[in-house]
């Protein structure tokens, strides 16, 4: 059973016993939370949309419910105490056919989970809402980023990493820095698959982080094309 699931028996328990001790058969079906949304991470793929939650860390709850409206869908993100107990609110969030579901994932090493909430998925990429957490462990909004899936996120030298199709042919590679300013580019490079040829767009921000253009470049067209 998953660390979440045992927490959340552990509550259940709490609740409904008033603190005494019960027992769990460990081997049968994991329990949804308690207010019986499924969670996010849990939900297959193409199911945005969906009213879900997610863990964070091992004392909060993150639940996300959904609303049609006038103009797509209007998604509340509630911040809870295991407890109950609501520690932050945020939205309407308008969103518009997302097939993906919100994520957590630490992008900048600081122990502190990030927020991706997808706000619409085209033919492929995905655009997402990045919250980050404050000193007080709440959430802030820190930019926009488009890719595919959070998981396949690349985190490089301090960097993440985003790849978004452009064509059949075309796709990019975007570099962003996480800070407590928010998130800021630091390249946007076009590859062209087609003509093995890898051309910067922006590179704003790679003298701040100490990169070389001419470096990056070639590294890209090195790849095994």
Known sequence: MSLKN?????????????????????????????????????????????????????????????????????????????????????????????????????????????????LMTGNVNTLWSLWQQDDEGLFHRAGEVSGFDVDGFELRNGLMITHSRGDAATSYETASRLTADGLGTVYEMLIDHAGRDCRLLDQSGMAAMRLNAAAVVAACEARDW
């Open 6 to 118: 045992r927490m959340m028996l552990a509550l259940g328990c709490s609740v409904l016993l008033g603190g005494a001790a019960c027992t769990q058969d460990f081997e049968q079906a994991d329990f949804v939370h308690d207010e019986g949304q499924p969670w996010c991470d849990e939900l297959e793929a193409g199911s945005g949309s969906t009213d879900c939650a997610l863990l964070l860390g091992e004392d909060h709850l993150i639940f996300f419910e959904y609303a049609p409206s006038a103009r797509g869908t209007r998604l509340m993100v509630k911040l809870n105490t295991l407890e109950g107990q609501e520690v932050q609110s945020f939205g309407p969030i308008t969103i518009e056919d997302a097939v993906a579901s919100p994520a957590l994932r630490d992008i900048n090493s600081d122990d502190r989970e990030e927020l991706f909430i997808p």
